[in-house]
């Protein structure tokens, strides 16, 4: 059984950071691209950050490009999610995924496997 599970979020301060996880099983993932997505209430699923199966080339949103820094460990098959600076709108639920090949990495329809979400709070 396939699985991807989120860990890391929790409540902080703007300001503050959070490392989120993303821990794979059930196969291995180093081959395949992963990213972070995040849904906040009442909005749709958007797309954070994204990372080839190299770990070489990174892809992120203008919201969170130079607080948010992903990256991967394939020995470990983890996906890590530094977030800095952190903002009340980035408030969300966040999810992790995995897909093959790097076509529309920004996008989540594209990705054949998700978590099931960790929480971020940001408080003002």
């Known amino acids: 059984q396939v699985q991807l599970v989120e860990s890391g979020g929790g409540l902080v301060q703007a300001g503050g950071s959070l490392r989120l996880s993303c821990a794979a099983s059930?196969?291995?993932?180093?081959?395949?691209?992963r990213g972070w997505f995040r849904q906040a209430p009442g909005k749709e699923r958007e797309f954070v950050a994204a990372?080839?199966?190299?770990?070489?080339?990174?892809y992120y949103a203008g919201s969170v490009k130079g607080r948010f820094t992903i990256s991967r460990d394939n020995a470990k098959n983890t996906m890590y999610l530094q977030m800095n600076s952190l903002k009340p709108e980035d408030t969300a639920v966040y999810y992790c995924?995995?897909?093959?090949?790097?076509?529309?990495?920004?996008?989540?329809?594209?990705?054949?496997?998700w978590g099931q979400g960790t929480q971020v709070t940001v408080s003002s």
């Open positions: 995924a995995a897909k093959t090949g790097t076509y529309g990495l920004g996008t989540s329809y594209t990705y054949d496997y």
């Open positions: 059930g196969r291995t993932f180093s081959s395949y691209a």
């Open positions: 990372i080839t199966w190299s770990g070489g080339t990174t």
